[in-house]
């Protein structure tokens, strides 16, 4: 599904959060929106779900004006948004059950959904019986199961830690390569936007705007590490941090592929 930002503006009362935002998201493209705390990136999905209006322009999904939540478009957190009193599997089967499908069915594909995000053999688990990375898999299932159009991610991973983060990064992946959304990450983890995405988008502080667009389609072929090298001190330079003062760039400076 085609996601359209046509000119976005957004205030609260004196407050300008996001000022003449204009995109055009193509169907399967992963964006990644990186900028500043408080710049207006949550703002920007909240948008995208229909849970917020704009102040000014329009968002379009396929060419159709969003005037509403849809499951259609799916939004996920970083906290843990599983019903405590649900098992993983119940929880993952209650996003078919909103949409009216059988019990006994939608249990049988929650089953599928847990085993492709490696939660075989946990399914009747409770959510505070598993680890915070087994139940953000539980949640990247919830998200998949009904097979959305658009995948809106704040800071999906953003809690767990840096190991727990890379396993999950790679199982998203995956299923996106699979199932195809459209998908907006918001991150402040710049090397889950080089490893996840296909643009990145860089934001100013408030009220938000675009400093710079980076595009990593082409970089995916030719395996180009010194090109991800340079993106990445690029993207650290305009957040205000220093990445020649950053290890893990200097490594891959050095790489040859
Ligand atoms: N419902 C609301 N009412 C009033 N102000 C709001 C509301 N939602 C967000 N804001 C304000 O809008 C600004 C942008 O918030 P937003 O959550 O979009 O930022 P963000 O870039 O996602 O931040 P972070 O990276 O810290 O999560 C903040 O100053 C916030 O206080």
């Given amino acids: 599904m085609k996601l359209t930002f046509d000119n976005i503006s957004k205030q609260y009362g004196d407050l ?116 915070g990375g087994m139940r953000q898999r539980a949640a990247l299932a919830r998200a998949f199961i009904s097979h959305p159009k658009v995948l809106l991610l704040d800071e999906p991973f953003g809690a767990l830690d840096a190991l727990t983060r890379m396993t999950l990064q790679d199982s998203l992946r995956d299923l996106i390569r699979e199932a195809r959304p459209t998908v907006l990450l918001v991150t402040h983890d710049v090397d889950e936007a080089l490893f996840l995405a296909d643009r990145i988008l860089v934001f100013s502080n408030r009220p938000a705007t675009v400093l710079k667009e980076f595009n990593l389609t082409h970089c995916e072929k030719t395996h180009d590490l010194s090109e991800f090298a340079a993106m990445r001190r690029q993207i650290l330079g305009l957040l205000g941090i220093h990445a020649e003062q950053d290890d893990v760039a200097k490594l891959l400076e050095g790489a040859e592929v």
Wanted: glycine share 8%.
């Fill in 16 to 131: 300008h959060v996001i000022e003449n935002f204009s995109r055009e998201f193509e169907e399967g493209q992963l964006v990644a929106l990186v900028g500043p705390s408080g710049c207006g990136k949550s703002t920007l999905l909240h948008i995208a779900a229909g849970l917020e209006k704009a102040s000014g322009g329009n968002i379009l999904a396929n060419s159709e004006p969003v005037r509403g939540p849809h499951p259609e478009r799916t939004l996920m957190f970083q906290e843990n948004a599983l019903y405590p009193w649900l098992t993983l599997a119940q929880n993952v089967a209650l996003a078919l059950e909103f949409q009216k499908i059988d019990k006994k069915k939608a249990r049988e594909q929650a089953f599928q959904w847990l085993e492709k995000v490696n939660l075989k053999g946990f399914e009747d688990y409770y959510p505070h019986q598993v680890s």
